[in-house]
């Protein structure tokens, strides 16, 4: 049974997505804004391996050039974002998302 | 042994991505979130996608992470988050939604996508007569990187200039009125300042 068993691009694929929802989850779930930060790297994480498995099943070196892309953008948005979250740490001891409220209606 | 390592990556990546969003301290967060993007990196290596991988190590995994801990370390570890729950139904949705999102996303992987072109930026098989000849993943990808997608590729360059620059800028204290800190900072510090004693507490547990 094991020597015939395969790991198909769909075995990836529900991976990525269950990975993907844990980051989506957890971003609601966390107030902590650096912890955010980190669902938002799983969730990147995740489209970057479906794109991988795209990339593999599709035959088609497309996919892992966009990974690239994804992998700079997410390196700037940590970047920019960790620049505000100091930032804000400096007006205010912590960093809590729901602390920011200014715009509140 | 590629069936094997999937699994075993795959609980890797998973167990990490749920210690992420478990662990009360954010120093733990981060080095799940290393484990989750090495067990990640693993599996781009088992895609054939050696370039992707190498770089996933040294750049998330290495750079990103670094830079998380730096901030940690700056702003101290803030444990009182998990005391208070201003809206009460946020949990429970949070929760139904990411039941919600798991359930589509397994219900579609499982059907034949929508995937547009076939080998359209080169292939990653090796052929016999590539322009190439017995290049690895490393020179395909480069020489799809730097013709089809040169502009992109280019323009990634601004995005990183604007990106530090606006990093610089948001982070320097200059801009900051002299008066805003005298009156900030004696007010919050005793109560709730994280100190490096709160961090070494909160790493300890």
């Known amino acids: 049974v094991i020597a015939s068993f395969v790991v198909t691009d769909t075995y990836y694929l529900v991976l990525a997505s269950l990975v993907f929802t844990v980051g989506a989850v957890g971003l609601l779930l966390r107030r902590n804004v650096i912890v955010m930060f980190m669902c938002i790297e799983l969730m990147l994480n995740a489209v970057n391996l479906t794109f991988v498995t795209f990339a593999r099943t599709l035959d088609d070196l497309g996919g892992q050039v966009i990974v690239f892309f994804t992998l700079v953008v997410a390196a700037s948005e940590v970047a920019v974002g ?22 509140r209606g | 042994m590629r069936e094997v390592l999937f699994f075993l990556m795959g609980a890797l990546a998973l167990g990490g991505a749920v210690g992420v969003v478990l662990a009360r301290n954010p120093v733990h967060s981060a080095l799940f979130l290393v484990q989750t993007l090495m067990a990640v990196a693993v599996l781009f290596l088992l895609q054939d996608a050696d370039l992707v991988a190498a770089v996933q190590v040294i750049v998330y995994a290495s750079a990103i992470v670094v830079l998380f801990l730096f901030v940690i370390m700056l702003i101290g570890v803030d444990r009182r988050e998990a005391f208070e729950e201003p809206i009460k139904i946020q949990r429970p949705a949070a929760l139904a939604i990411g039941a919600i999102i798991v359930a589509e996303i397994v219900y579609l992987s499982g059907h034949e996508w929508a995937t547009g072109l076939q080998g359209y930026h080169g292939t990653i098989a090796r052929v016999p007569d590539d322009k190439i000849a017995g290049a690895g993943n490393v020179e395909r990808l480069a020489q799809v990187l730097f013709t089809d997608f040169l502009w992109p590729f280019q323009l990634t360059a601004l995005l990183l200039v604007i990106a530090v620059v606006g990093a610089v800028v948001l982070a320097r204290r200059s801009g900051q009125r002299a008066e805003d800190v005298i009156d900030a900072e004696p007010a919050d510090q005793p109560s709730d300042a994280p100190s490096s004693v709160d961090a070494a507490e909160g790493a300890g547990e």
């Open chain 1, 82 to 103: 960790l620049a505000i979250i100091v930032a804000i740490f400096r007006r205010r001891r912590h960093a809590t998302a729901d602390d920011v409220n200014l715009l």
